[in-house]
């Protein structure tokens, strides 16, 4: 019996790849719109992407691709991001074990005499608090990425062929544990870094791991970037030849808000006439806003909380600033590139990777001295901030392409 012509179309028709994405929630920040570039990047004729999100909580939640299938959360594993105080509520076991750790972490880090770091409290949070945690599912995969931190988790929870891990910072600057960081590591098939410089500066700590580190770059449509930025904002308001400087990020030591708020007072002393925007959340709002308050700053820098859609503000702005500490390709800096904007950033190991000082933009010294100068040279020679315009319009900073990249390590 001849078989049925629809029924024969399908045996041929190859099966979709199936990636799972593991990922902390879709609050604003760098790493959360790099995961977005990813799921829109995808083809999704050729593979089904299942989503393992911890918490379905923040602001990027409705931008998630609707061809993703978000897995159900599972509320055992919010007890690895949630706040101790919260947590108790909710599970006064979890709560115990989680305080255990965090406890277990700092007196590691004052036997070794180096002050606590949010890396390696997290390492021994997931060390503690993964023999209680349930497979994700029964599913077998092709590939499996973790995408931000807690990356036991594809090791030990869910089945996949290949299993791959993100690191998105300079690693010299988290301070980890390195021994038990190294048997994290060593547990997966390919450990994938946002740029050449942020890849050395993890082998310089792990050599006997650089078989298995990758560069794929955070992935940014150019065209939806220029596409949002067109959205009218409503929140800000300019006095007569000011100058708007702006910051995204999360309000936390890495992006060195302290740094920015002292670079705007020096500039106010001076006499400029600039208002600086700060776009983010985070656990050091309260004592920035002190530091504002402090040094007379109310109405200069103004705090604008989490965006959803921060390009129409980097659009609005004249000059990009990113004081931070230390990035590992900063999103943001790369956005404002792609909206043509003069960007300043500190000289933190990876700056070099995205910035041609002079060209694209300019690298300064990681003081607020430093900053204050770049930024009043941009303010008295605007011919230099139209300059650095013109080259970052003639530069393609949108790169889809790096998901083949991806594509390559599918089994």
Same mark, same amino acid.
């Given at each position: 019996?001849?078989?049925?012509? %629809?029924?024969?179309?399908?045996?041929?028709?190859?099966?979709?790849?199936?990636?799972?994405?593991?990922?902390?929630?879709?609050?604003?920040?760098?790493?959360?719109?790099? !995961?977005?570039?990813?799921?829109?990047?995808?083809?999704?004729?050729?593979?089904?992407?299942?989503?393992?999100? =911890?918490?379905?909580?923040?602001?990027?939640? $409705?931008?998630? @691709?609707?061809?993703?299938?978000?897995?159900?959360?599972?509320?055992?594993?919010?007890?690895?991001?949630?706040?101790?105080?919260?947590?108790?509520?909710?599970?006064?076991? !979890?709560?115990?074990?989680?305080?255990?750790?965090?406890?277990?972490?700092?007196?590691?880090?004052?036997?070794?005499?180096?002050?606590?770091?949010?890396?390696?409290?997290?390492?021994?949070?997931?060390?503690?608090?993964?023999? =209680?945690?349930?497979?994700?599912?029964?599913?077998?995969? $092709?590939?499996?990425? #973790? =995408?931000?931190?807690?990356? /036991? *988790?594809?090791?030990?929870?869910?089945?996949?062929?290949?299993?791959?891990?993100?690191?998105?910072?300079?690693?010299?600057?988290?301070? @980890?544990?390195?021994?038990?960081?190294?048997?994290?590591?060593?547990? %997966?098939?390919? *450990?994938? &870094? +946002?740029?050449?410089?942020?890849?050395?500066? =993890?082998?310089?700590?792990? @050599?006997?791991?650089?078989?298995?580190?990758?560069?794929?770059?955070? *992935?940014?449509?150019?065209?939806?970037?220029?596409?949002?930025?067109?959205?009218?904002?409503? $929140?800000?308001?300019?006095?007569?030849?000011?100058?708007?400087?702006?910051?995204?990020?999360?309000?936390?030591?890495?992006?060195?808000?302290?740094?920015?708020?002292?670079?705007?007072?020096?500039?106010?002393?001076?006499?400029?006439? *600039?208002?600086?925007?700060?776009?983010?959340?985070?656990?050091?709002?309260?004592?920035?806003?002190?530091?504002? #308050?402090?040094?007379?700053?109310?109405?200069?820098?103004?705090?604008?909380?989490?965006?959803?859609?921060?390009? @129409?503000?980097?659009?609005?702005?004249?000059?990009?600033?990113?004081?931070?500490?230390?990035?590992?390709?900063?999103?943001?800096?790369?956005?404002?590139?792609?909206?043509?904007?003069? +960007?300043?950033?500190?000289?933190?190991?990876?700056?070099?990777?995205?910035?041609?000082?002079?060209?694209?933009?300019?690298?300064?010294?990681?003081?607020?001295?430093?900053?204050?100068?770049?930024?009043? &040279?941009?303010?008295?020679?605007?011919?230099?901030?139209?300059?650095?315009?013109? /080259?970052?319009?003639?530069?393609?900073?949108?790169?889809?392409?790096?998901?083949?990249?991806?594509?390559?390590?599918?089994?």
């Amino acid at each position: 019996m001849r078989p049925h012509p %629809l029924r024969q179309k399908q045996q041929m028709t190859p099966a979709r790849k199936k990636i799972i994405i593991t990922m902390t929630y879709m609050h604003i920040g760098g790493a959360e719109r790099s !995961l977005l570039g990813l799921l829109h990047a995808i083809d999704y004729t050729q593979y089904d992407v299942d989503l393992f999100l =911890f918490s379905h909580e923040g602001e990027f939640m $409705d931008m998630i @691709p609707p061809q993703v299938n978000l897995l159900p959360e599972i509320s055992a594993y919010k007890s690895l991001i949630q706040p101790l105080s919260g947590l108790k509520k909710n599970s006064l076991w !979890l709560y115990l074990v989680k305080k255990l750790a965090i406890l277990a972490a700092c007196i590691h880090y004052k036997c070794s005499g180096r002050k606590p770091r949010e890396h390696g409290i997290t390492q021994y949070c997931e060390s503690f608090l993964l023999p =209680f945690l349930p497979p994700i599912n029964r599913k077998s995969y $092709d590939l499996a990425i #973790s =995408f931000l931190s807690y990356h /036991n *988790i594809i090791s030990d929870k869910l089945s996949a062929t290949c299993k791959l891990g993100w690191y998105h910072n300079d690693y010299h600057e988290a301070h @980890p544990f390195l021994k038990s960081d190294f048997k994290t590591w060593n547990r %997966l098939d390919g *450990i994938i &870094h +946002v740029s050449e410089n942020a890849l050395s500066s =993890f082998v310089h700590y792990h @050599p006997s791991l650089k078989y298995k580190t990758y560069v794929i770059e955070n *992935i940014l449509s150019a065209n939806y970037v220029r596409k949002q930025a067109q959205i009218q904002i409503k $929140d800000l308001h300019r006095d007569q030849n000011q100058i708007c400087l702006l910051t995204v990020g999360r309000l936390c030591e890495q992006k060195a808000y302290d740094r920015a708020i002292e670079a705007c007072y020096l500039l106010k002393k001076e006499g400029y006439n *600039i208002q600086w925007i700060a776009i983010g959340e985070g656990h050091l709002e309260p004592q920035l806003k002190q530091k504002v #308050s402090s040094l007379g700053l109310d109405g200069d820098f103004l705090f604008l909380g989490s965006k959803s859609n921060p390009y @129409p503000y980097i659009e609005w702005c004249d000059i990009y600033v990113q004081p931070s500490n230390f990035e590992g390709k900063s999103v943001s800096v790369r956005e404002a590139q792609i909206l043509k904007k003069a +960007v300043i950033v500190t000289n933190y190991s990876t700056a070099a990777s995205q910035i041609k000082n002079g060209i694209d933009g300019i690298i300064t010294d990681m003081n607020a001295e430093a900053v204050a100068q770049a930024i009043t &040279h941009l303010i008295n020679h605007p011919e230099l901030r139209e300059n650095l315009s013109s /080259n970052c319009a003639a530069r393609d900073y949108g790169n889809e392409g790096e998901i083949n990249h991806i594509y390559q390590m599918v089994p």
